[in-house]
């Protein structure tokens, strides 16, 4: 089991300090613009340059680090190089001197400090500050094991990065996908989980089997994915902390591409039977099965909405493979796509407002986007054997791998779903049909 992290407490505004602060103000410079939301969905037109000093104390060096890190490669910020910094921070409680931060360009600070309590736990403290509006933004204070520094940057990277977008953070967060070996004629392909920043990698299977599409439960602690063990295809699921998996279900025919349903009690995946393939869900405490559809046409990669009630699948009932929306309970499916080409693993956002889907189209490989309705479809990125979406907890990077066409290697990459900020995701083998995790619970 992962260790508890605790907020410990939102530091406010400095009370009597700061209120005099701000009647020492000028007009002018009360009157001078603030620091703006930054648009995650649009895209900005250029990131927020942001300075985030050295924190002190144990391993305060190493958690700024992974703080500007995480902020540099959202694509949102553009952390200042400390040697620019004219203000040495000494004291997290002391309001900064804002000139200093103006000078350099900073629109944005950030300040912490860290300290060993006496149980041995670290706690890490933070200030954000608006350099602009000569304000506090947020501020709080967490508490883990020494050797769970990486999560409290990343969670105080998710704090920063809520407070200036407005919607959630994605960073304490996982990944799990097909970590691929050996040459493409006897290709090894294992279960591999890291951090969304490529830390912390350790692999979930062997090797012996073939094991495929992976997909995180919204317990964090499962994943489902299909297994070749015995030349049998099969879907299992697996415990990542434990390691102890179980087959889902004993079928006939062929099963693929199982996903879990948003409160983790149902897996919807296809099964391949006398010609067919059609979708089922399965009860994941009582093992029994219902079928969704019921066509001759080839149904697969099942997603569910947010809420459960819907889902979307790819289908070629239409003669083309196109994305169709049911009820999660199946019946009548009406079709959402009809842009040129075949589309394919369609992903539904967590924040429900889009599907992601890889598109085959002239040849190539594209991953794009569109609402639930069909409407605003979107191409994000383009390449060789691009394909499998994947979104981050908070609906605003996608995740997705790419083979490249001259060396035949394939790796992982993100994009924001502005369709900005499009860069490789660095892993020690080639990696294949990534699975982002949820928020891990603190």
């Avoid at 769970?148 to 105080?156: E, F, K, P, S, T």
């Avoid at 079709?335 to 889907?357: C, E, L």
């Amino acid at each position: 089991m992962k260790p508890s992290i605790y907020l410990w407490r939102t530091l406010l505004a400095f009370g009597f300090a700061s209120l005099v602060c701000s009647l020492q103000v000028s007009v002018a410079a009360a009157q001078q613009s603030r620091l703006q939301t930054i648009d995650v969905i649009g895209g900005t037109a250029e990131p927020v340059p942001i300075a985030v000093t050295d924190f002190s104390g144990p391993s305060g060096n190493e958690i700024s680090g992974v703080i500007n890190a995480n902020l540099e490669r959202s694509g949102l910020f553009r952390p200042l190089p400390s040697s620019s910094f004219i203000e040495r921070i000494t004291d997290i409680n002391k309001i900064p001197n804002y000139p200093n931060w103006r000078q350099i360009n900073a629109q944005a600070l950030v300040v912490g400090a860290v300290s060993q309590q006496a149980d041995g736990r670290l706690k890490v403290e933070f200030r954000l500050w608006d350099v602009l509006g000569q304000q506090q933004m947020t501020g709080a204070a967490f508490f883990a094991r020494p050797s769970d520094w990486r999560r409290l940057a990343h969670i105080v990277s998710d704090e920063i990065y809520k407070k200036m977008t407005g919607i959630g953070g994605y960073f304490d967060s996982r990944v799990v996908f097909v970590s691929e070996t050996g040459p493409a004629t006897a290709r090894v392909k294992k279960l591999a989980i890291m951090d969304q920043d490529g830390a912390n990698l350790r692999y979930l299977t062997d090797g012996r089997s073939l094991a495929i599409t992976p997909r995180f439960a919204p317990s964090l602690q499962e994943v489902t994915y299909m297994s070749f063990a015995n030349n049998q295809p099969r879907v299992y699921v697996l415990n990542v902390d434990s390691g102890r998996q179980e087959m889902l279900g004993n079928f006939p025919g062929m099963t693929f591409a199982p996903r879990f349903s948003p409160d983790g009690s149902r897996v919807a995946m296809s099964l391949y039977e006398n010609g067919n393939t059609e979708i089922y869900a399965m009860d994941i405490r009582s093992h029994t099965s219902s079928r969704l559809t019921n066509s001759p046409a080839i149904d697969t990669s099942p997603s569910y909405s947010p809420d459960g009630s819907q889902i979307v699948f790819n289908s070629d009932r239409g003669g083309a493979q196109q994305l169709y929306v049911m009820s999660s309970g199946g019946g009548d499916a009406r079709r959402i796509s009809f842009g040129s080409g075949r589309y394919a693993t369609p992903v539904w956002s967590p924040r429900g407002d889009y599907i992601a889907f890889t598109k085959m189209s002239g040849g190539g490989f594209s991953i794009g986007i569109m609402k639930p309705d069909g409407s605003g479809e979107r191409i994000l990125t383009s390449g060789f054997l691009t394909e499998g979406p994947t979104w981050s907890p908070n609906g605003a990077v996608l995740m997705y791998f790419r083979q490249d066409g001259g060396r035949g290697g394939v790796r992982l990459f993100q994009i924001n779903v502005s369709g900005r900020n499009d860069r490789p995701v660095a892993t020690p083998t080639d990696a294949s049909d990534p699975a982002w995790s949820p928020l891990i619970p603190r």
